[in-house]
Structures are given as structure tokens and as C-alpha cells.
């Protein structure tokens, strides 16, 4: 319940805060909470992929990705997705999540999540998202690229793809 509350937060402050360029690094102002912790008293590693979230849905929203993506029919979800950590994070501590969009990896939205306190990075999550069409199917390549319409949009770096490849699972068990 929590949660929900917390995610209609950030979805709705989006969209009251300045409009960012698709290509700049959003930094998003977070506090570790109470209901963030587990039993070791710091934050929850799953808890990390939750922020990052939010952080992504902001990123949308003020880039005006979300505005096109609603536009053309479309709704993403995570394909996979890598974390490393590198430091706890405590109660109450304040931290940033600095999120960017690093390029495309085949059909997939490559964004890089960066959890940032005290200028050093604590944890770090590279996400893939796949686009999907409302009416049913994934959005290829070509449709993402034209509706994206940026001619700025490239590959993600060659390490986002050797991760990607690495973690593929086979369609069937």
C-alpha cells in the first residue's frame, strides 16, 4: 500500500517539474525510509530496484517520452535488467538516483541508474525496457527509432549488449 502511495507521488511531482532533455542525467532526491529496510537495518537490495523505478517513470515523464509512448500506444516493461552494489545505505540517509538513457540494445531501451551519496556511487543498475503495444506485441526497432523521432538516438555502448546477450534465457524450459 505503501508503495503505491509513493509511486502516485513521484508520477504525479513529475509532472509539475521542469521538462529535461532525453539526453542529460535526471537526478532524483531520495531518503532512505523505514518501510526501505531489512533485517540488517539498511536498505533492501530489492528496494533499490523499486527506486530506480521511480526514478525511470520520472525520467519519461519530463523528457516527454511518456507524452509520444502514450501517443503511439505503446507501455514498457523491463526485459532484464543487471545491479551491482557497492555500499549500504542506512535510515534516513539522503541519496540521489541519477538516471540516463544510454541508447538502444536491439528493440530495447537501454537506462542506467546511478544511486549516488556523498559523491560516491553506492549501487549502480543497468535496465533494459521493451516497448509494447496496447493492442498486443512488442514495438520493433524501426517503429521505436521513427517514434522516438531523435536523430541523436544511437546503439548503447558494447558492454550494455555483451551483458544483454550473456543474460538471455531460452523462450521455453
Not at 529535461?20 to 523505514?34: A, Q, S
Not at 514498457?76 to 534516513?92: D, F, K, M, T
Not at 531501451?109 to 549516488?116: A, D, G, L, T
Amino acid at each position: 500500500m505503501f508503495l503505491a502511495i509513493t509511486d502516485a507521488y513521484h508520477l504525479l511531482r513529475s509532472r509539475f517539474r521542469p521538462a529535461v532533455d532525453p539526453f542529460d542525467v535526471l537526478e532524483t532526491r531520495m531518503r532512505v525510509l523505514p518501510h526501505h529496510l531489512d533485517a540488517l537495518v539498511h536498505m533492501n537490495n530489492g528496494v533499490y530496484l523499486t527506486l530506480a523505478s521511480f526514478a525511470r517513470w520520472e525520467f519519461v515523464i519530463r523528457s516527454g517520452a511518456g507524452d509520444t509512448f502514450r501517443r503511439l500506444g505503446w507501455y514498457g516493461v523491463i526485459a532484464s535488467q543487471v545491479v551491482r552494489y557497492r555500499r549500504g545505505l542506512r535510515l534516513w540517509q539522503r541519496f540521489t538516483v541519477e538516471t540516463r538513457f544510454l541508447g538502444l540494445d536491439g528493440p530495447n531501451i537501454v537506462f542506467e541508474h546511478r544511486f549516488v551519496r556523498d559523491g560516491e556511487t553506492v549501487a549502480r543498475i543497468v535496465a533494459c525496457v521493451r516497448m509494447i503495444h496496447r493492442t498486443g506485441g512488442p514495438v520493433t526497432r524501426t517503429a521505436l527509432i521513427e517514434g522516438m523521432a531523435d536523430p541523436r538516438i544511437t546503439d548503447a555502448p558494447e558492454w550494455t549488449a555483451r551483458w544483454t546477450s550473456s543474460a538471455m534465457m531460452p523462450m521455453a524450459d
